[in-house]
């Protein structure tokens, strides 16, 4: 018995028109074959989102053949089979002996994949830079030290959207922007941070407009005292009358992601919280006004930087990245010097969290895409403090 | 302003003892500093809970200082100062501007403190192959070719745990179990597994015996018709009638996870599972038995594999791993073959999830530590197929 094809949330010319930008690049490139070991790349090309990027595994792409092959452990095969937009015959797997063994590992049977494919007389590419050293060691010794290096190869490709994932990062994005208003129903003096936690997440993974998350992303919350830190999750302690709290969440749909920060203040916000609001506020306006195809990252980010100083107020972070599977995309930075231009359909998070002191921040953002001419925000939660 | 120090977990003479181990370590080997850089380490070292992992980040130990040195991007810091055991100058950062920056990152800062530290003139050990190729050449072109790999050599010294850890494993079974106990409750025929996950989810959250779960780690609702696979999250789907349920999850208290695996059926379970289930526990049960300190991991998993084969059943994944923070310790494995010899106060997930088909597998776990004589269980949902 096989297990049946699963729901495939992209239809097959999707990933066709995906694998088509690849090859173009590929043969841009002068290249025959590639590897690809990025688990969010590998979900961009095969619709794979099994958890099991702690073992080796990839993804090999030829000139010569229509669909990749992807190659899993034995025991995650089945997980392949039913998510792949591929053929049964394009998943294939290495023998559990070759996990948590000291002497040799997945990626052994993947090079001898890759030789049988012809690798040895092929220019081949591989995301080299991203695995470990230890990996990346035997890729080079054993298709010799020609192999090119292609990270963020594909990741690059990802930066511009189509209209289908568009959409689930519009779903997506309907889902934090519930989680958000969870939160200002469950944060109240006395409740422990775990469980207003748990109640948000519970939210995030029930989803919304009866489109459930398809798996949870990066979720943070820091509350005072602790509002001065960006990448924690709920501590062990309760609000108090006069907390703040900044919340950095993301719905997901099908692996795609649209984050989203606000803050929260128990009681009246003091004036030095309302006065860091309204500055970002009014930057973060700017910013999106910034947005249109042909500005550059740079441009953003400077015109966030620009009125939020005329108000004496600095932002040391980035004002946001390129946005899409498994969160953020290490390509383009909304900051100063990054002069990749806008494209229509480039996704970002507008990411404002500003942690002024050790003791001290405030968040907002937005995810949004750039139309033909402007700016789309996916995101809707209002842009104010949630005063609870 | 400062952050204040935040709630610690574990006493300073933990860390320093823990220390102590890794010195010893280090003089056995000759080596006068050392860089860690894998996350989990960091955590034992060190106290630090951040998710800050996807930027360069480490800790830095010389044998002529007590504490260790922690170097993080800037607006993590305040979490580190937070979380750390340390004094608040063993906290260092390096800008943002190193942050999504195509020229250089964080590890050009920390190799420069390295060389600030000496290390031009010591003996230095790097966890070489646990970092990617593109930061390993880094290390290697600044430090010299000298320098020795370390990946793994902290990580052998989280598998015996101090009774300490043993009771934040055992307050995180606690919550495992009271997971599992929640399944029970909210699996029903037409619910979504989204809406089931979300409760169990928001029960591993809010913890067990008042004591809430730190953080998330793995979920995995493998439920018909995936039931072969191992590694994927809730699916867009529903349980109907005569579905059968794979859980594999695991609650956190303060970075230490307790994994735990059972198998639900909606109806009465099918003789093909009800056999399965039988044969996996006698093994399960056989295995037990065999642990006590001298003996190997190999001798616990065969103990499980002839249990099971003589009862007509294989199993082609390993038996379990080392268990601890952030779950996988990449250590000892439960596999025939793997001549580590069991000590007490050894944990372990003991991982009988056996996928037998692309369409069929059953799923059942303990974390179990090594006492003196025997073996301590430390989770206790019962060993049954829970009927619904």
Redesign the interface.
Known sequence: ????K??QPFPRSEYLNRLGRVKKEMSRRGLDMIFVVDEHNITYLTGY????A?VPQGVIITMAEEEPLIILR??????G???CFMAQDRVIHY??DL??NPNQDGFDMIIKCMLDLGAAKASVGVE??????????KFRKALGAKITDI?RMVTWLRLVKSDREIEAMREAAAISDAAMLRAAEVIRPGV????A???I???L???ANGK?????A???MCAS??I??????????EFRQASQINLELGGVRHGYVSGLMRTYSIGKPSDRLQKMHDIQVSGLEAALEAIKPGATCSDVANAFYSTIGKQGLKK???CG?AHGIGW?E?TA?L?DG?MTVLEPNMTFHMML?N?V????GHTISETFRVTDTGVDVLTSAPRDIFVL
């Open positions: 018995m096989t297990v049946p699963g729901f989102l099994g958890l099991s702690y034995q025991c995650d095969a089945p997980a089979l039913h998510q023998s559990e996990v948590g080299l830079t991203a695995m470990s050293s230890l990996s990346a060691d990270t422990r941070e775990a469980d936690s748990a109640e997440i519970a939210t993974i029930r989803g459930p998350g398809s798996r949870l990066a979720f943070f005292p602790r001065g830190t960006c990448h924690i999750p709920w501590a062990e302690d040391d972070t980035r990245y953020l290490p930075s900051r990054d969290g942690w002191a050790d003791d001290f």
